[in-house]
């Protein structure tokens, strides 16, 4: 785990993501509320419904670009940057929705006597039925669950809570996105006299689970090396000139671990592939100024222990490799986190 | 392999590849959120004609069975009588200022809500006013036995008090305005003796039922008794009978 905590370090690129995505949030609901047919003197339907309207929908295509970004950068490296600065799109997300919901309670639970609160929680009781149904429900569930995720997007809570449970949280952004599909349809799509809305709501859910189906196939098969042969808890992983310099192979292990094999000054090391951050593929990293570096968001481990650079406290396991014959060999016994394991040197090949 | 080149997070500089490709992506964002905005914008469905009507200070009847409702007397564009429903301020019904004056003459003021043939007063004061003259009658002529299909809404956002104050997304608000007291109104998708609007009441001639709130909003058929009082037809039905269509 890391041993200290910055705040969010501010780079230009980031300051400049970051600017794309309000700037493309504040374009999106000007042009929204500015467009609203006219009838006579004013809009058509009620500004507090208009600007509903404009962030409930705004909030719903910036989340369902979020887990488009994800996919993305399995598939293509280049769209890696936008997975780091993926936090900060969402925390914004989490915020717009909170303006549809403020204009909801203010407008449809408001003036009455009853408390806006109860009223949004008991006025519609209808759990029982499709058409009619409470959908609100279904809104306030994806907002408490963004309010979750952006309250707890800060690195702190990652160690805090562990990278296992913190990304078993942050799962949780699929139910949101289920539910906020549930909350349009049943909200509006059933009732509405035109398609606008179900088309794009039919894109978003068009984009975001075959990319998913995409990046999973990827995972379950692109690059992955499975042994040829095995012995004593040994795997056969191949030639060692199939292995590139500075580059990782993923290896399946019997049993369903992987680990990553690493080529660097003509040496090979292996340890665990799943990152201790956030399980990143680590085989599909690169060696950068020495370490290890994650693709996701660039932790570094050292090639001979799997131990993270000072001040950095990550560790992961590592394995034994030898050549064998021409073959490299891999023990399938992962040694505990951190252990040294001397790189394997390739006869007369030192880079 | 000619490999986009390897970007690391922190990183302060990207790869001129990477760079390019990603201002690509940033414009691209940008011009397609633009563009869904404007879809999504120009596409809304017409509310209906349903507007605030300005200040009227209006003298007629009141009746409270099932809801508030002000009888103004005939005139030229109303031969049998003019009914007003009357509703108080926000999401409340007319009742705590209407009971006292069951039967009586009354000049009420406040601001009118329209849509269609069917007003609304959303009351400021009402008193009594004695009659110069007899006030009208407006006992009720039955039209017999009738299946509508229609929807239940809220009189007072269906005639403009919210727009669009009517379908699914309104449907909580619709029960907090008829549970507030707020007259319902039972619009028929096809006319009933001219009109569309029927001011829903129990079987008994009293308010319709809080059970109603479950099919506000939806398509329903139900059956019931209407009668006419003045331009105004009231659909007297078993609400726990309706179904959804
Ligand atoms: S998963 Fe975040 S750096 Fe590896």
New binding site residues.
């Given amino acids: 785990m890391s041993v200290t905590y910055l705040a969010i370090g501010w780079n230009r690129n980031k300051i400049f993501y970051d600017c794309v995505i309000a700037a493309a949030a504040l374009l999106y609901v000007s042009l929204f509320i500015r467009f609203v047919p006219r009838a006579g003197d004013g809009p058509m339907i009620d500004e507090p419904i208009i600007r509903m309207r404009a962030y409930g929908s705004c909030a719903f295509l910036m989340l369902s670009a979020i887990l488009c970004i994800g996919p993305l950068a399995r598939l293509d490296a280049r769209w890696l940057p936008l997975l780091y600065n993926r936090r900060h799109f969402g925390v914004l997300t989490c915020g717009v929705a909170l303006l549809h919901a403020y204009h909801v309670l203010g407008w449809y639970f408001a003036y009455s006597p009853t408390d806006p609160f109860v009223a949004l929680l008991s006025s519609n009781q209808s759990f029982a039925r499709v058409a009619g149904f409470p959908f609100e429900w279904l809104g306030l569930f994806a907002l408490a669950m963004l309010l979750v995720l952006a309250a707890t997007s800060h690195d702190f809570w990652l160690s805090f809570l562990t990278p296992p449970l913190w990304k078993a949280i942050h799962m949780g952004v699929y139910a949101a996105y289920v539910a906020v599909i549930g909350h349009i349809a049943l909200g509006s799509m059933l009732a509405a006299r035109n398609g606008a809305l179900a088309m794009i709501a039919t894109l978003s859910v068009c984009a975001v689970v075959p990319l998913h189906l995409l990046a999973a196939r990827k995972s379950l098969s692109g690059g992955l090396f499975r042994a040829t042969a095995q012995r004593q808890g040994w795997i056969a992983i191949g030639d060692p000139q199939s292995f590139i310099e500075d580059r990782g192979t993923v290896i399946e292990i019997p049993g369903g671990e992987r680990a990553a094999v690493f080529r660097h000054t003509g040496k090979l090391s292996a340890m665990a592939n799943a990152?201790a951050?956030?399980?990143?593929p680590l085989g599909e990293g690169r060696v950068y100024n020495g370490c290890v570096t994650?693709p996701?968001?660039?932790?570094e481990y050292r090639l001979e222990d799997g131990c993270a650079p000072a001040p950095f406290t990550e560790k992961l396991a590592t394995y034994a490799l030898r050549l064998e014959n021409g073959v490299v060999w891999l023990d399938t016994a992962a040694r505990p986190p951190g252990t040294r394991i001397e790189p394997l040197e390739l006869p007369g090949d030192a880079a | 392999m000619n490999e986009p080149s390897f970007f690391v997070g922190y990183a302060a500089s990207l790869p001129a590849d990477t760079k390019s490709f990603l201002l690509k992506v940033a414009a691209g964002w940008v011009f397609l959120m633009g563009a869904l905005a404007l879809t999504l914008s120009v596409a809304t469905d017409d509310p209906g004609d349903g507007h605030f009507a300005g200040d009227a200070v209006l003298t007629g009847l009141v009746t409270n069975a099932p809801y508030p409702v002000l009888f103004l007397p005939p005139d030229a564009g109303h031969p049998l009588g003019h009914a007003v429903l009357l509703a108080g301020d926000g999401k409340t019904g007319a009742q705590s200022q209407s009971l006292s004056l069951e039967g009586k003459r009354a000049k009420a003021s406040g601001y009118m809500l329209k849509r269609g043939e069917l007003d609304m007063l959303v009351l400021g004061a009402v008193s009594a006013e004695p009659a110069a003259e007899p006030s009208a009658s407006f006992n009720p002529a039955p039209l017999g036995r009738w299946r509508v299909t229609g929807e239940i809404c809220d009189g007072k956002c269906y005639t403009g008090g919210m727009r669009p104050g009517t379908g699914l997304a309104h449907k909580a608000c619709a029960n907090l305005c008829i549970a507030g007291g707020a007259p319902p109104v039972f619009v028929s998708a096809a006319p009933v003796e001219g009109s569309i609007f029927l001011l829903m009441a129990g079987p008994d001639g009293g308010p319709a039922p809080q059970g109603i709130a479950d099919l506000a909003g939806l398509p329903v058929q139900v059956e019931g008794d209407i009668e006419r009082r003045g331009d105004l037809l009231v659909l007297k039905a078993d609400w726990a009978r309706a179904k959804e269509e």
């Fill in positions: 990152c951050h956030q399980n990143g994650c996701w968001h660039g932790f």
